[in-house]
Structure formats: structure tokens, C-alpha cells
């Protein structure tokens, strides 16, 4: 059974869109999403310095388009169950058929905005923790004023809240815990520091149609499969401001009997997250067309019929 999987903010890095916009038909297809929305995805994605793409009403708009544009290179896929990580959710969530491409987009496009706007009002980020038990370490955290915004699994979680609390991680790291990472993120994303993206979030989620998924769509709230597309839009708009359990979204996965696992471009923090805690489970990431071969063959190998 395989699992296709969208990351999140952090996997962007400068260029990485330039060798896919040369497959056939890939650069009108963004021209015209950037069009959509109202955001030069193409300079974006080839131009822009990390700095440019770290501002997360761009980075988030960059990382689906790009999810779907390698998702689409793969040809027909027949997945046993998607999943993203945060704003890779509103790709899985066209992947399941819930929105379609375009409208995906314009709710990405909406959600870095808001989210962007929210982060503004405080100095806040976020920081990976590696290695520890989290029985341990989310207490520690909390006891500093911060939030397990993403428990990942595999000995990762991330911090999120104030400059100033992350500081003070730094030197007060929680027993166990190997190293402290800041993230490539401009905000406090999944804290109530989001909380005011939400109403924004909601009112572009009320004007949209969802299908209902058409393949088992795992949710980061808690790991759980969701039925309906009204249900997947509910929780793609409280997700912002909760935390994400990527921990429970592969357990899920085993459940459900995964024995592959693809992450779309721009991968790799997904796959390495997957090859600690899900041993026996094979997987590619798309990093550039030069994967596209070896995830066709995951596929010929572990995909429905």
C-alpha cells in the first residue's frame, strides 16, 4: 500500500522549482496558478533568495504548487492514503480530490497571507528538538512558555512561541535532547500566536465546494482518516492555530498497511522522518525530476490497482 505525503514549511530552499518547470507543460501550468493567485510563483520558485522564500505568504502558495506540479509528473498514481505536513495538508487535500488544483491554491494563498499577518504581531518561531522522550520533553517546554507545535515522531518535536522563549531553550534544552535547530519559518505557526488567521481562514473555506475525498485523507489533528470534505476543510482552517501530530498520521499509516511511501517535491524531511519510524517501509522523495523514475517504480510495485 503506498502513501503519498506533501511536506511542510522549511523544505523550501532557493531554485528548487527551476528543474521541474522544464517537463512538458509545467511552466504554463504554474504561469497560469500564478496567475490565479496573484503571485509570481515562477520567480519564486527560481529566483528568490531564502530570505524571499522564508516570508510564509510565499513560501506556503510555492510549496503546494510545487507539491502538485511533481505530483502531476508521476502520471496516473493510485495511492492507498495521502497526508501533508501543515500547509502540506491543503496539497493532500487535492490529491484526495476534496479541491481541485486552483482552488487549493487560493486557500493556500489566503492561509499564508493570514498566517503572515498573524505572525507579524509578535516576534515568535520555531525550533526542531532532536532526540529525548516526549513524556519529558513537551513538560520542559511548557514550562518555558512554549508549545510542542509539531510532535513528528522518531525523537522530533518542535517548539514554537517568542524569540525570547526560544532563546532560552537554547540553553535550557530538555534532558535528552541531543541538538535545538531554528526553523527556515517567520512565525509561531500551529500556537494560539495564529489564532487570527483562523477567522480569515474560515471565511475562504465557507466559499468553497469540497468534494469528499476520494481515497483515505489522514489528518494531522490526531492521526485519524476523514470521511467528508466538509470535514477536511474544518480542519484544515483549525490546524493553524493546533498543534500538528505527524506522530499519529504514521501511525495510521501502519495501520492502515503502508509498505511504500512517496514525498512530493520539494522532499526529504517527510522520507527521513519515515525511514526512522517506519522501518520496512520503502520510500523516495521527490527532489528533482531525476526522482520522478525511481518513485514510478514504488509505485508500479505498491500502488492499487
Known amino acids: 500500500m503506498l502513501v503519498l505525503v506533501a511536506p511542510g514549511q522549511g523544505a ?7 528543474p521541474w518547470l522544464e517537463l512538458p507543460g509545467a511552466a504554463d501550468r504554474i504561469a497560469a496558478w500564478s496567475e490565479a493567485i496573484g503571485l509570481d510563483l515562477v ?11 522564508r516570508d510564509t505568504a510565499v513560501a506556503q502558495p510555492l510549496l503546494v504548487a510545487a507539491g502538485l506540479l511533481s505530483a502531476a509528473a508521476l502520471g496516473e498514481v493510485s495511492p492507498g492514503a495521502v497526508a501533508g505536513h501543515s500547509v502540506g495538508e491543503i496539497t493532500a487535500a487535492a490529491f484526495a480530490g476534496v479541491l481541485d488544483d486552483t482552488a487549493a491554491l487560493r486557500l493556500v ?4 497571507l493570514a498566517m ?23 513538560p520542559h517546554l511548557e514550562k518555558l512558555g512554549l508549545t510542542a507545535a509539531n510532535v513528528n515522531g522518531a525523537g522530533q518535536i518542535v ?19 541531543r541538538r535545538v535547530v531554528a526553523l527556515k519559518v517567520a512565525g509561531a505557526f500551529h500556537t494560539h500566536h495564529m489564532a487570527p488567521a483562523v477567522a480569515k481562514l474560515e471565511e475562504a473555506a465557507a466559499a468553497l465546494s469540497p468534494a469528499d475525498p476520494t481515497v483515505p485523507y489522514v489528518s494531522n489533528k490526531d ?6 470534505g466538509a470535514e ?9 492555530a493546533n498543534p500538528v501530530r505527524w ?6 499509516f501502519q495501520e492502515l498497511g503502508a509498505t511504500a511511501l512517496i514525498e512530493v517535491c520539494p522532499g526529504g524531511t517527510l522520507t527521513g522522518i519515515a525511514k526512522r519510524a517506519l522501518p520496512g517501509v520503502a520510500t523516495v522523495a521527490l527532489k528533482t525530476p531525476d526522482d520522478l523514475d525511481a518513485a514510478r517504480t514504488l509505485i508500479a510495485q505498491h500502488a492499487a490497482v
Not at 523550501?12 to 527551476?18: D, E
Not at 477536511?232 to 493553524?240: D, I, T
Open 12 to 18: 523550501q530552499t532557493p531554485g528548487f522549482l527551476t
Open 43 to 53: 520567480h519564486y520558485g527560481t529566483k528568490a533568495d531564502a530570505d524571499e522564500i
Open 109 to 112: 494563498r489566503t492561509r499564508g
Open 116 to 138: 503572515a499577518e498573524a505572525a507579524a504581531i509578535t516576534a515568535t518561531g520555531m525550533s526542531a528538538l532532536l532526540g529525548g522522550d516526549p513524556e519529558v520533553t513537551v
Open 159 to 177: 517548539a514554537a512561541g517568542t524569540l525570547d522563549q526560544l532563546a532560552e531553550l537554547s540553553t535550557d534544552k530538555p534532558e535528552g535532547v
Open 223 to 228: 492521526g485519524r482518516t476523514v470521511a467528508t
Open 232 to 240: 477536511v476543510l474544518a480542519r484544515l482552517v483549525g490546524q493553524v
Open 247 to 252: 506522530d499519529l498520521c504514521m501511525e495510521t
